[in-house]
Nanobody, 115 residues
């Protein structure tokens, strides 16, 4: 059973930056395309970014293209999300999981963008 632990969230002003981390247990991490998701209050969870198992290909939600960067370190079983030029509409709880969300969800990390 893979466990996911997200961290790095916080309160940041519009235009600021945060770097999220997600550590996964077990050897299955390096075999899977990973994704970062987010869920804002009253909204459904949405897939924000994905990265293939080797890290060679990434994809982004249109609204975050050019601002967010997903990366991974398979030696550390960790996937990252660098978020720049943050906007109030980026406020949400952020989660990581496989591209298809097949593992148990972690607790997420809260990102709040506000003055």
């Amino acid at each position: 059973q893979v466990q996911l632990v997200e961290s790095g969230g916080g309160l940041v002003q519009p235009g600021g930056s945060l770097r999220l981390s997600c550590a996964a247990s077990g050897s299955a991490f390096s075999l899977n395309t990973m994704g970062w998701y987010r869920q804002a209050p009253g909204k459904q969870r949405e897939l924000v970014a994905t990265i293939t198992s080797s890290g060679g290909r990434t994809n982004y939600l249109d609204s975050v293209k050019g601002r967010f960067t997903i990366s991974r370190d398979n030696a550390k079983n960790t996937v990252y999300l660098q978020m720049n030029s943050l906007k109030p509409e980026d406020t949400a709880v952020y989660y990581c999981n496989t591209q298809w969300g097949i593992w148990s969800w972690g607790q997420g990390t809260q990102v709040t963008v506000s003055y």
